[in-house]
């Protein structure tokens, strides 16, 4: 920094310090508690000695809980709709930033309007709209009676989507911030390189495919991560999309651990079933941090 | 908007197509539905619906319970992402200045976003049970001290905790880009004309960060609202006494447990409202002050 201000570097290390501290207490009582069996747990309360029983406890949440196969959910449904989110906003954001012509505004108006109001406060339309996915088309068909004028009853098609993973991931893809990011990002690309492949004969589709996606390849595979990401720490839309315990996301499930109604909970296997559940989208932050938040501010700093 | 560069008629349209469809089937066509269902009743034996009026609003707005629930709403909207934006901002300016701790400041401060709201919940409800957890010797002392499941307070003090635990993430990213952003030359600039650091703080740092502090803001509000779902089922289910009770949950609640679509359907508009408000009055009173050009 610019003068010799030691007393306020000082106090800006001591409030890093709180927040590590802040951050880091509850991730360490987790730890500790999941070491600990049950028995010790119940006779020691709470206490920060580790106690030599983690394996033990991974081995119970792997076999008597149905965690495992639900991480594989969470892995299935964040991939679906991380790559959903960014396929969606590539074309998107293509054809909003390269294209001339009417409405470009107006269609990104609509995306990004959607980030003011999250799946979590319409959830009971969104459910009945993944409950029967023709709804609109049957609204349409049987405005004014028409369809039972030509076919002697109303339209009644029926798809249901709850309960896959299609119905769990594709209502998590429809939230315009993964499209506002990458038209800031395409908007810093020069004009000249879409020109330059006009002249040698490319076309827009060519240019999207050969060109622009292998540039954005870095600033893609961050939001990718990210959107992994928030789709795996999704809770109160997979909790009622999917209810059959085979579609059932793990978050949901290391909730469920909690009801199942020990005057004492069991903490030591809920804090391993935690363990579990939050290690894979952690070990993607602490890894790949720097590419996240480059892709996040689109910064290089 | 200046790149424009191909012209052509049905191409972009059909790149847009996608989007779009998702868009309306589960953004808009959602948000339709709660308007339709907010003037209509479902018909027992499913027997249609039946055009009722403000009829569902009255009921609704004549219930003391659901104007509980919109108090609660509006002031955990408020102190929720007032005070998660207020320390990722103390966390963000301290980072700023390149220390040692800083670097892995920076990666750590990043590690809540992967817990979800829900294990964020399980988690903190056993650290802070009163019984079982952190609080348990000073309970043992001074007992009734802390306690969540009967004092409405204490159950909001942990929500809050929790809020702003798992909202550091990503509020810290976005303001700690913004101050890095800031040329280092306005520092010199202002060290030289005498300015100390809370000087330049107030007149350099603040108000060029007012951009990233905006987003931040708009986005927290419905945030903290969405959050709120995970760590309310989780650790108060509304109570004590219904005190936790927010709209999101109590929408929940109301459709899925009480089958009542109607009267979630019409809270659910109402709390749209609130949060297009909101975000409405933010955009008058705060975009206002932000200052886009450096």
């Known amino acids: 920094m610019i003068e010799n201000s030691r007393s306020i570097d000082r106090w800006a290390t001591a409030i890093l310090l709180c927040g590590l501290v802040f951050v880091l207490t509850p991730m360490a009582f987790v730890i500790v508690t999941a070491t600990q069996s049950y028995e010790e747990f119940l006779r020691r309360n709470f206490s920060l000695i580790p106690g030599g029983h983690f394996a033990e406890n991974l081995r119970e949440v792997w076999t008597r809980t149905d965690l495992p196969r639900q991480?594989?959910?969470?892995?299935?449904?964040?991939?679906?709709?991380?790559?959903?989110?960014?396929?969606?906003?590539?074309?998107?954001?293509?054809?909003?930033?390269?294209?001339?012509?009417?409405?470009?505004?107006?269609?990104?108006?609509?995306?990004?309007?959607?980030?003011?109001?999250?799946?979590?406060?319409?959830?009971?339309?969104?459910?009945?709209?993944?409950?029967?996915?023709?709804?609109?088309?049957?609204?349409?068909?049987?405005?004014?009676?028409?369809?039972?004028?030509?076919?002697?009853?109303?339209?009644?098609?029926?798809?249901?989507?709850l309960d896959s993973y299609a119905g769990i991931a594709i209502p998590l893809m429809a939230q315009g911030s993964c499209t506002l990011i990458l038209v800031q990002f395409f908007r810093?690309?020069?004009?000249?390189?879409?020109?330059?492949?006009?002249?040698?004969?490319?076309?827009?589709?060519?240019?999207?495919?050969?060109?622009?996606?292998?540039?954005?390849?870095?600033?893609?595979?961050?939001?990718?991560?990210?959107?992994?990401?928030?789709?795996?720490?999704?809770?109160?839309?997979?909790?009622?999309?999917?209810?059959?315990?085979?579609?059932?996301?793990?978050?949901?499930?290391?909730?469920?651990?909690?009801?199942e109604g020990e005057r004492i909970p069991d903490f030591p296997l809920q804090m391993t079933g935690a363990i579990l559940v939050t290690l894979p989208p952690l070990i993607l932050i602490a890894v790949f941090q720097r590419r996240i938040v480059r892709g996040l501010t689109l910064s290089e700093k | 908007m200046k790149q424009e560069i191909f012209r052509a008629r049905a191409l972009p349209w059909w790149l847009c197509a996608p989007q779009l469809l998702v868009l309306f089937l589960f953004f808009y066509l959602p948000i339709i539905l709660a308007f339709f269902w907010a003037f209509h009743l479902e018909?027992?034996?499913?027997?249609?619906?039946?055009?009722?009026?403000?009829?569902?609003?009255?009921?609704?707005?004549?219930?003391?319970?659901?104007?509980?629930?919109?108090?609660?709403?509006?002031?955990?909207?408020?102190?929720?992402?007032?005070?998660?934006?207020?320390?990722?901002?103390?966390?963000?300016?301290?980072?700023?200045?390149?220390?040692?701790?800083?670097?892995?400041?920076?990666?750590?401060?990043?590690?809540?976003?992967?817990?979800?709201?829900?294990?964020?919940?399980v988690i903190f409800v056993f650290l802070l049970n009163p019984y079982l957890g952190i609080p348990a010797p000073l309970n043992e002392i001074w007992p009734g001290l802390w306690n969540p499941r009967t004092n409405p307070l204490h159950a909001y003090a942990m929500l809050f905790v929790a809020n702003v635990w798992s909202a550091i993430p990503f509020s810290f990213i976005i303001l700690l880009a913004g101050l890095q952003a800031i040329p280092e030359e306005l520092h010199k600039a202002?060290?030289?004309?005498?300015?100390?650091?809370?000087?330049?703080?107030?007149?350099?740092?603040?108000?060029?960060?007012?951009?990233?502090?905006?987003?931040?803001?708009?986005l927290e509000v419905a945030d903290s609202l969405s959050g709120s779902f995970g760590l309310i089922d989780t650790m108060t289910r509304g109570g004590p006494g219904g005190a936790t009770n927010l709209l999101v949950y109590k929408i929940y609640s109301d459709g899925f447990k009480a089958?009542?679509?109607?009267?979630?359907?019409?809270?659910?508009?109402?709390?749209?409202?609130?949060?297009?408000?909101?975000?409405?009055?933010?955009?008058?009173?705060?975009?206002?002050?932000?200052?886009?050009?450096?």
Not at chain 1, 118 to 129: D, H
Not at chain 2, 259 to 265: H, I, P, R
């Open chain 1, 71 to 161: 991480t594989l959910n969470s892995i299935i449904v964040g991939a679906i709709a991380a790559t959903g989110r960014i396929a969606l906003a590539v074309t998107t954001s293509y054809a909003v930033v390269f294209f001339t012509g009417r409405g470009r505004g107006l269609v990104y108006a609509l995306v990004v309007a959607s980030i003011m109001l999250p799946l979590e406060l319409m959830i009971i339309t969104a459910y009945q709209v993944t409950a029967n996915v023709a709804l609109p088309l049957n609204a349409l068909a049987n405005a004014g009676g028409l369809w039972s004028a030509l076919a002697g009853r109303p339209l009644d098609l029926q798809w249901n989507l």
């Open chain 1, 188 to 259: 810093t690309i020069p004009p000249q390189l879409a020109r330059a492949a006009i002249i040698d004969g490319a076309g827009p589709l060519r240019f999207l495919w050969d060109i622009l996606l292998p540039l954005s390849k870095g600033p893609l595979t961050a939001l990718g991560i990210y959107m992994f990401i928030s789709a795996w720490i999704q809770y109160m839309w997979p909790l009622v999309a999917a209810s059959s315990p085979a579609r059932t996301m793990a978050v949901v499930g290391l909730a469920r651990l909690q009801e």
């Open chain 2, 43 to 121: 018909q027992p034996f499913g027997g249609g619906s039946q055009f009722v009026g403000f009829a569902n609003f009255r009921r609704v707005l004549g219930s003391g319970e659901f104007w509980s629930s919109a108090r609660a709403t509006l002031a955990y909207m408020v102190l929720a992402s007032g005070s998660s934006v207020g320390t990722a901002l103390v966390l963000a300016l301290a980072a700023d200045r390149r220390l040692r701790l800083s670097g892995i400041a920076r990666n750590i401060f990043l590690w809540p976003k992967a817990v979800a709201s829900a294990s964020i919940g």
């Open chain 2, 190 to 218: 202002g060290a030289i004309d005498g300015a100390g650091p809370w000087r330049r703080l107030r007149d350099i740092q603040l108000p060029l960060l007012t951009p990233q502090l905006f987003v931040v803001v708009v």
């Open chain 2, 259 to 294: 089958y009542d679509l109607s009267g979630a359907a019409t809270q659910t508009v109402i709390l749209m409202a609130l949060v297009a408000v909101v975000t409405g009055a933010q955009y008058l009173f705060l975009e206002r002050r932000v200052r886009y050009d450096r």
